[in-house]
Structures are given as C-alpha cells and as structure tokens.
C-alpha cells in the first residue's frame, strides 16, 4: 500500500545551535521574582526558531542533462537563522559502539597463524628422507587450512564490533579472497600427504589414493574439500550472477559442515592428536567460533525481533521505481543505529521472508522509526513496493563502516551516485559542521534519477551547506567526475574527508578521480554495498 500521509522524517528541518566552546561559564544568577526563568534546552534538542524576517532561499538549479552536463549551483540559503552552526539532529549514543580497527584485526589473524606454524615446529622432526619432507609439508598446510576455516568463519559472524570498525563490505571481500587461500592450502595439503604416502609404501598415486580413502577421518575430509569447492565455484562472480540468492546461500551453509567434517580430521592428524593440551586448545578455538556464530546469526536476530516488534508503518513513493519504507518498533533507539550504517531486512511476506536484503538507512532514527529508500532493481526490490503497513520486519545490524568516526578533517564531501545517495542523505543531515564544512555532489543521469531532491535541499537551506547536482549520461563528452571538474566545484577538495557510496562502476571512477585530484586514500570512505 503506498500512501502520501505526512511523517516527522519530511518535516523540514529546524536550526539546531551547537555551543560555543571558547565561552566561558557564566555564574548562575537567581531570578527574578515575578519572573519565570525559561528553561534551557535539552541536549539534542531542537530550539524553537524566533521569528525572523527572511527572504526566499535561491532554489537550486540542476545541471543541464545535455552535452556540457554542467552542474547545478550550490545552494547557499539567505535565511540568517540557517547561518547558525548545527550539530547532529539525533543525538548520539551515550554509549559509543565498540569498534575493533583493520589493522587489529589484521594483526590478529597474523598472530594466531604464527601461533600455528609454533605448533608445527615443535612437533616437526627434521630428516632429508622424501617421505617425511611431504609429510611435514602436509601437516604444515594442513593445519593452516584449518585454522584459515575458522578465520573465515568468524569474519562472517557478524561480531558488531569487527562490522562496525572494519565495514562489511571489506569484511565480504577479505572473506572472498581468504577463501581462495583456504582452498589453495587444502590443494596442498591433499597433494602432499597423498605423494608421502605413496612414497612410504611404495605405491603407485591410485593406489595410494584408495588406500587413504579407507580411513574415515580422511573421508570425512575429502567430503568437506568437495563442499567448499562447491562453495567457492558460486561464490565467482560469473556464476554467483547466474544464481538466485537463495541458492548461493544454501551451498555457502555448507560451509558450515565442511568445518565440521575438517574438526573430526585434524583431530585423528597427528599434529592435534598429539597432546592432551593441544587438543583441548584446537577444540577450544572451534567451539568459540562455533557460539559466535550461533550468538550473532540466530540468538541477537530472534532476540531483536521479540523485543522491537518492527513493522512496516508506511510506502512512500519518492520517483520512478523508488519507494521508502517506514519501519516503527518499540525501543529503537537501544539498536544504536548510526547514520550510514545499513541493516539486513528480511520482510515476512510471500518472496521476501526467505532473503535478508541490505538497505541502508535513509534518514536518522527519530520516535522509533527507522526509514529504508529502496530503488527497484530486481526481483527482490520490485517486491519490497508492495509491502502493506503492518508487514513484521525482521532487522539484523547495524552493520557498516560508513559513519561520522572515520572523519579526521574538518570539512567533508559528501560523493553519491544513484541510490547510493541513501546512507549520504543521513550523513548530510547529521554531520557536525559550520556552514561550508560539508558538500554533499550527487551524480544521476537525469533530474528524474535524483532521489531526495527535496530532503536534501531543504537540509542544505538549514545547514548552508553546499549541494551540487551532477547531471549527465554517464557516456557523455563532460565528466563531471573528473579530478579538475571536482577541483573547480570543491577548489579545497584535497583538505576534505571524502565519503563515497554509488554503483561499483562509478565508485571505482571516483576513487581513481579523487586520488589524482589529491585526496589520499585513508581519507576516501566507502562502502560497497554488493559485498555486504
């Protein structure tokens, strides 16, 4: 059901003054008697606009979808109440989320394949025969594919604080490309002890090959390669586009058995077996892994869903194939959704209770609402239209990277393309800044592509911030994306942090614009959305 009723997310914004901190603190003086002192305000709250003459805002002229594509005018309000500076409309956590840096976790994973590679040491046992030289060679990766198992596993438990300082977008691509080690070690592995043993009992490879088939430990492992080959083949991009979401996920479950099928192995390998301590450590490792992720993929979700009771509230249409939904729960502030961050919904209706779909958050979260814009790209998002209010909503998050804590500079740009204007728009509205400190370009093909065009000029009437629309074919003569236009429209562009969320191909052309125009990369922030 799409309706066109009011909300409090569309009601243009009110000036919020942020304080001076160069003021001193003056002593507090008694009232007056007959007089009843105003009370101030609240933190995060909004102060009442006193009334003010003022004279319309120019309004914002879009850039010329034709040849040149050139882009619209900034929009500098003239209202001197929007000169005030502003600081975030929803106030913050008082509680900052716990975030685990990349470069921690990094160090980590680094650590414990040393502590792995310390356990084959000791027990390896130096010797110039063939045999054993493929034996300790098979040991050796061996145990670092078990180890790689776990690791993978844990990227993806969805541990808030590994998602919320590493962003799941990297946390999806280091999973991927860790995967591929992992199968290149069990690769290894099978060849190495498969040549050893065929050189200690002077076999031929076939021979040698039944021979070890014959122990269950070992069928039990190669059951497990053969799953998370299957898993790795959906998980390349040529066949994983050919696959419905649904299938993909049910093979990757399978990784979860081949796990365990590789626990039962390398506790019969030598290497594990070995020590009564030994194996009470690796089992250890496997049963935290093991409750994390039962925690963070079952209990957190199901927990969540019995306290918040979301529901879908409303369907707004906001253009041509895009809708934002209204989802209201009870005590959604205790989520402690971040503007930027994303959720995985998952809708309990015909064809969409089945796929948990990640939509950012579009607006920040005011009177236990959240709010999702949601563009029809696919099977999945053309149903996503059709929700009727009181639809169960089932959240899982926040998730993401994509917040005000990785800001190091003062002043920010703000880069968005298509849909990717959804998290940005939260951004823009939120982000402490005097006037002038934030700019917000947004690139779309055509007027009718721009999401939010209201919202977000209204936001930078308040703010007197700058917004730009980048108008144009994206095959067309003028790129307005190029490092001299971003120059001529940001001329500081070098001295801004740069927050970045668009389709894949236009984000990797920014990028490369971005770092030519001199932004380093620690301070381009991005999120891509298709591996989250």
């Known amino acids: 059901m799409t309706t066109e009723a009011s909300h409090p997310l569309y009601v243009p914004l009110a000036p919020l003054t942020a304080p001076r901190a160069e003021e001193p603190r003056r002593r507090r003086r008694p009232p007056v008697p007959p007089a009843r002192p105003a009370e101030p305000p609240a933190a995060g709250s909004v102060r009442p606009a006193e009334p003010v003459a003022t004279r319309p805002a120019r309004p914002t002229r879009s850039a010329r979808p034709a040849r040149s594509a050139r882009p619209a005018r900034s929009v500098r309000p003239t209202d001197p109440v929007a000169a005030r500076p502003i600081r975030p409309s929803a106030a913050p956590s008082a509680v900052p989320a716990l975030r685990l840096a990349p470069g921690r976790l990094r160090a980590g994973v680094a650590a414990g394949a040393g502590a792995v590679g310390l356990l084959w040491g000791l027990q390896a046992r130096p010797s110039a025969r063939l045999d054993v030289l493929f034996a300790s060679g098979a040991h050796l990766t061996g145990l670092l594919a078990g180890y790689g198992v776990l690791v993978l596993l844990l990227l993806m438990a969805r541990i808030p604080a590994v998602e919320h300082g590493v962003g799941a977008d990297r946390l999806a691509r280091r999973h991927a490309l860790g995967g ?54 959906t998980s390349a991009r040529s066949v994983r586009r050919r696959l419905r979401h649904e299938t993909w996920r049910a093979v990757h479950l399978g990784a979860l058995l081949a796990a365990a099928f590789g626990f039962v192995h ?21 049963a935290v892994v093991a409750v994390l992720l039962v925690w963070y993929r079952i209990v957190v979700p199901v927990r969540a869903a019995l306290r918040h009771d979301l529901r879908v509230a409303e369907v707004r249409d906001e253009g041509p194939g895009v809708v934002s939904v209204l989802i209201r729960g009870r005590g959604v502030d205790r989520l402690r959704a ?65 917040t005000a804590h990785r800001r190091t500079r003062r002043k920010v740009l703000l880069l968005a393309g298509g849909v990717g204007i959804t998290p940005l728009r939260a951004l823009f509205e939120t982000l402490p800044g005097e006037p002038g400190d934030v700019t917000l370009l947004y690139r779309a093909s055509d007027s009718s592509s721009v999401v939010l065009r209201e919202e977000l000029e209204a936001i930078a009437r308040e703010r007197r911030a700058d917004l730009h629309f980048l108008l144009g074919p994206s095959d067309g003569s003028f790129d307005p994306l190029a490092p001299r236009a971003l120059r001529n429209l940001v001329p500081d562009l070098a001295a801004h942090d740069v927050y970045l969320c668009g389709p894949p191909a236009m984000a990797r052309a920014a990028t490369a614009s971005l770092r030519r125009a001199g932004v380093p990369a620690s301070r381009i922030h991005s999120e891509d959305f298709d591996h989250a």
């Open 180 to 233: 591929r080690y992992v199968l290149g070690l069990i690769a290894a592995h099978a060849v190495l002890a498969l040549c050893g043993h065929a050189v200690h009992t002077h076999a031929d490879l076939v021979t040698a090959a039944g021979d070890l088939l014959s122990y269950g430990a070992i069928a039990a492992a190669t059951a497990g390669t053969a799953l998370l080959v299957a898993v790795g083949i």
């Open 338 to 402: 971040e503007p930027g961050q994303f959720f995985r919904w998952r809708f309990l209706r015909r064809g969409l209770w089945a796929t948990a779909l990640p939509f950012s958050l579009s607006a920040p979260v005011r009177d236990d609402t959240l709010r999702i814009t949601v563009k029809a790209l696919g099977d999945h998002t053309r149903r996503v239209r059709r929700l009727r209010p009181g639809t169960r909503v089932l959240a899982t998050g926040p998730f993401g990277a994509l």
């Open 266 to 286: 390398q506790l019969a390998g030598p290497d594990i077996a070995g020590g009564l301590l030994t194996r009470w450590l690796w089992s250890l490792a496997h």
